[in-house]
């Protein structure tokens, strides 16, 4: 009896035995037939699953009789089923392929780099915001730019007045004035417009924003030494949209915004209205506002106009009014004294038109042109001086963009004038200068083979008070395989000197001695950048995403302002230079329903002059990272945590390193969505840890701001469409 329950224990083994089943598929790309290296397998409703190895193979073992259904995945494309008869009368590996699917990324034009082509098919390095990060950081500071720019990777917003708030930005540790900001490809924050631009641009209208780090003045002239800040504006699509936002802080600040946009059979329209106000808030107890007190209104509405199925013309403006006061809290108050009489006054009327026309003339040929006029008129008010002037500006430019096959050619020329008239005239003089520059550029991109895009860029621009500048480019894209791509570029630039610069910001322009245009120079720049993307699924749920930048520029002849005799301050050129050089680095990982965020930025920053020195108010090390969850369309929670390593001060001293953190939540429902923020719930402030001034109340002498001064701030509200 009991041989016979062996001999039928053995016979159901063997059964078994039989009926597990091996399988082995390369999975390949369908249109390059390339192997996909880290594409999986998954045997559906079981355990069972393999990933490919360096050849696209895989194999999966101890697969049951019968049909089976095996589900086919890879980043970035349309995943796959496939029923399978086991076991199987066909040899083996089967070879099975995958189409990649139309990704969001994939739509997202970037219009920076003045073509037409995909961010993934740009041999330039673009970095762009849009979409729900986009929203997030509008959550967080709907009343300006400033937080959305500071929390990205290798960008540093500096805080260039301890009462006012006033900033500017960084790009890999340099000077504010080495970065062009424009609005849909239109400089219309330049020069003495952007000493506030950061405070008084809300991203709540702004369908994305692009970044380009590195030497870009071929293609848009003199200033894009570190890089440009690209506004891109939403347009009206068929349906109707109809937001509004209401938003409130715990330091006595409100944000009212409304955004219209509608696309009629010939005409479209969009429209811009906000309403920002600040209350007077003094978190340290020192007497003096940390933020600011003030109002400002913001209009922006545009027109577009399509004439035919070829013809598209836009026409808008966007204008600002803002009075802002920080200072000693108790004199803005109205309740101060003689000891309280300290205060900064900016007042500022931004108004600005855009003109776009853009004409198709054949099936691969286009024809563009573009114009703004701004006029900035500021007036800046402290006890017993004042600075104000008017500056008037215009940018006009026609191109025109051939399409082939396998290249396309961008050429076009462009005018562009500046001029500024000071009004307050105090000692010694007065800073007004007029300049005009005409320019030329060409570009070409070429697909020099499936793996291979290369980008060359020509600028000729003549500057009637500094001469004729030539400004080559060239980038290249090297797509190794689906998972690893490679940028290199790099490219020369230049900036004619104006007063306005982060030091003489900081003085309010007091005291400041003109540029002796004779004798000064244009500052020149040479430098380049090498870009790595990686990205790969480290198992059925878990995506990695890699990128890392190595960057260099160097700055000849900069413009610095030092001291000289009798309390004046002089603008000088000394011999030597300023480079940045360093690494960015930015990690991803996506699990499910969660996404973890980490850069990391090393910028040095020296002066080589007669002896070489750190340049101040860099941070040396940056780190960001960001933890979301997100349900779509219901939740999301982000925590955050930013980290600045020490840096050297314009008075030879090192400021305190510290970390910020801050705590996102938004509720969603069809339509309507409430948001509360928590930012800076370490309450880390640079009056806890070190001083923002010497001397008196009365007449205080500030010293560098290099870490926040508003401390822990609460704010939260809704939005809703109709």
Not at 17 to 24: A, H, I, P, V, Y
Not at 167 to 181: E, H
Not at 242 to 249: H, I, P, R
Not at 288 to 301: D, E, G, Q, S
Request: glycine share 10%.
């Amino acid at each position: 009896m009991k041989n016979i329950a062996l001999l039928f224990c053995l016979v159901c083994y063997t059964g078994l035995l039989f009926g597990q089943n091996t399988l082995q598929v390369i999975i390949r790309d369908l249109e390059s037939k390339a192997p996909l290296v880290g594409a999986t397998a998954v045997v559906d409703g079981t355990n069972l699953g393999a990933v490919t190895n360096g050849e696209g193979l895989l194999e999966i073992v101890d697969i049951p009789d019968g049909k089976q259904t095996l589900v086919f995945n890879y980043l970035g494309y349309e995943s796959r089923q496939q029923v399978f008869l086991f076991p199987l009368d066909m040899p083996l590996p089967v070879e099975v392929w995958l189409t990649m699917e139309e990704e969001e990324l994939e739509e997202v034009i970037i219009t920076s780099t003045r073509s037409t082509r995909t961010i993934e098919n740009i041999p330039t390095r673009v970095e762009f915001i849009a979409g729900e990060e986009l929203e997030e950081k509008g959550n967080m500071k709907p009343g300006d730019i400033r937080m959305m720019l500071n929390e990205s990777t290798g960008i540093q917003t500096q805080q260039t007045s301890a009462t006012s708030y006033n900033s500017s930005i960084r790009i890999q540790g340099l000077d504010g004035k080495y970065t062009q900001v424009l609005r849909d490809g239109l400089p219309l924050y330049g020069g003495f417009s952007g000493g506030l631009s950061l405070l008084q641009i809300a991203p709540l209208d702004l369908k994305q924003v692009e970044v380009i780090k590195g030497a870009t003045s071929t293609l848009y002239g003199g200033g894009a030494i570190a890089g440009l800040v690209n506004l891109v504006s939403k347009t009206p699509e068929a349906s109707r949209e109809l937001s509004f936002m209401l938003n409130g802080t715990s330091a006595l600040g409100l944000d009212a915004s409304a955004f219209y946009a509608q696309k009629f059979n010939k005409v479209g329209t969009t429209v811009f209205a906000a309403y920002n106000l600040g209350s007077p808030y003094d978190p340290a107890g020192i007497g003096l506002t940390a933020i600011p007190r003030f109002n400002r209104y913001t209009l922006n509405p545009r027109l577009f106009f399509y004439v035919d199925d070829k013809t598209t013309i836009n026409i808008g403006f966007n204008s600002t009014v803002e009075d802002r006061m920080g200072g000693d809290i108790k004199y803005i108050k109205g309740t101060g004294g003689p000891q309280h009489t300290y205060f900064e006054r900016n007042k500022t009327n931004r108004f600005s038109t855009q003109f776009g026309f853009d004409r198709v003339l054949g099936e691969q040929v286009r024809l563009s042109a573009k114009n703004s006029v701004s006029r900035y008129d500021r007036s800046i008010e402290v006890p017993d001086y004042q600075f104000s002037g008017v500056q008037l500006a215009s940018f006009s430019e026609i191109n025109l963009s051939v399409q082939r096959e396998l290249s396309e050619w961008v050429g076009g020329v462009n005018l562009w004038t500046d001029r500024f008239s000071q009004e307050a005239v105090d000692r010694p003089g007065d800073l007004d200068y007029q300049f005009t520059t005409v320019g030329a550029f060409v570009q070409h991109t070429l697909n020099a083979s499936a793996k291979l895009s290369v980008e060359t860029g020509l600028r000729g621009d003549y500057h009637d008070k500094y001469g004729f500048f030539v400004l080559p480019r060239v980038s290249g894209l090297l797509r190794v395989n689906h998972k690893l791509s490679l940028r290199l570029g790099g490219g020369m630039g230049y900036k004619a000197p104006t007063v306005f610069i982060e030091d003489a910001e900081r003085l309010q322009f007091r005291d400041v001695l003109p540029i002796d245009q004779e004798n000064s120079r244009a500052e020149k720049s040479l430098g380049g950048n090498f870009d790595i993307n990686y990205r790969t699924p480290l198992s059925d749920h878990l995506f990695f995403t890699l990128n890392a930048l190595i960057f260099y520029t160097r700055v000849q002849d900069p413009l610095t302002l030092v001291p000289v005799s009798d309390d004046f301050f002089e603008f000088q050129q000394p011999a030597g230079f300023v480079d940045s050089k360093g690494i960015e680095s930015n990690i991803k990982l996506t699990y499910g329903d969660f996404k973890l965020f980490i850069g990391y930025t090393l910028a040095d920053v020296q002066q080589h002059y007669t002896t070489r020195t750190d340049f101040p108010l860099v941070a040396r090390h940056r780190l960001n990272n960001v933890l979301m969850y997100e349900l779509e369309e219901r939740l999301k929670i982000g925590l955050e945590a930013y980290y600045f390593s020490p840096q050297k001060l314009n008075d030879g001293t090192t400021g305190r390193q510290y970390w910020i953190a801050g705590l996102m939540m938004e509720k969603i429902w069809e339509g309507f969505s409430v948001f509360l923020n928590f930012e800076n719930f370490l309450d880390t402030r640079q009056t806890r840890f070190d001083s923002i001034y010497t001397g008196s109340l009365s007449n205080p002498v500030f010293r560098d701001i290099y870490a926040p001064v508003d401390g822990f701030v609460v704010n939260g509200g809704f939005k809703f469409r109709l």
